[in-house]
């Protein structure tokens, strides 16, 4: 036994001087569920979450170092992308989809409009892989990352003697991905009991809770599944949703059931960006088109949908958005530290 914690402590002298054990405590309020992603397997450590956070912005994952993580992802749009109603890529290549806001992540077990991926840690291969995107591979990412004069020194900050490969690439990403907690809404901070709904709130909480719960469920607001919207088919961009994925007829038009927080930042909406505004969305689901396709359509009054907005703005947590920590790493990118 002495033998063995001997083993123990000179181990995780090793880990500490190498900067590997720096625990992270991912913090969240109580009325959340546990977290989907095991924190128990792939403890969060600073150094990875800081590499992670240095890859995101980092255009050299892309095949001609013009695209990151946050080109599509932006920090002050909650890490949506709102310049377009579809991404854009390499060589001013466009993409099939609106790309989704990243936050709260660590509730979710299935990645991208259609569930194509099913873990964080291995999400970012898609975007790097994808033509349409960042037109790499993951070959290339790690020839690039270990010729680098800064990024080996990171890498062994955080993975110790393991180094640049693949998989902490794509750890790294998730662990920094994992750390965009929003939680400090108006909504939440009346969930704290630190503040109140006023009157037009109140109204539209009791409005949506009758209307949009069921797919939209409280505290994430969405209930990570997967739905019909109501939406006919784009016929330049015939997307039919999860069947892409699965083959599965039934799964036609099913598409992941976005979170309704943080709206203000995320226009435009839905999986292709056709709406820019919230009230064009409710009134969507109030039209027959919508009816017609979910078998029944939300009746709401001019004055009921602007009720709904009030209730749907306390979901904006501005904390969240302009968090310094979530941000571009700028003494990393000074020009000065370039390879």
Known sequence: MRGSLKYILILALICVAFGVIEPYTLEYPDYFPKPAYNLSKEPLTDAK??????????PMLSDNNSISCASCHSPFNAFAHTDHDLSHGIHDSIGFRNAPPLFNLAWQKSFMWDGAINHLDVQSLAPISSPTEMGSSISDVIDKLTTHNRYPQLFENAFGLEGVTGQNILLSLAQFQVTL????SKYDQVQAGTYEFNGQEVR???????????CHQEPLFTNLGFERNGLAVDTTLNDFGKLR???KSEDSLLFKVPSLRNLKYTSPYMHDGRFKKLR?????????EAGNSLESSISLTSNERTDVIAFLITLNDSSFVFNKKHQIPFDFFNPSNDN
């Open 49 to 58: 979450i800081e590499l992670g956070r240095t890859l995101f912005y980092d």
């Open 181 to 184: 907690v929003s939680a400090n």
């Open 204 to 214: 539209g909480y009791a409005l949506f809770k009758s209307n949009c719960a069921s």
């Open 245 to 247: 994925v699965s083959g």
């Open 280 to 288: 064009h969305v409710l009134a969507h689901y109030s039209s027959e």
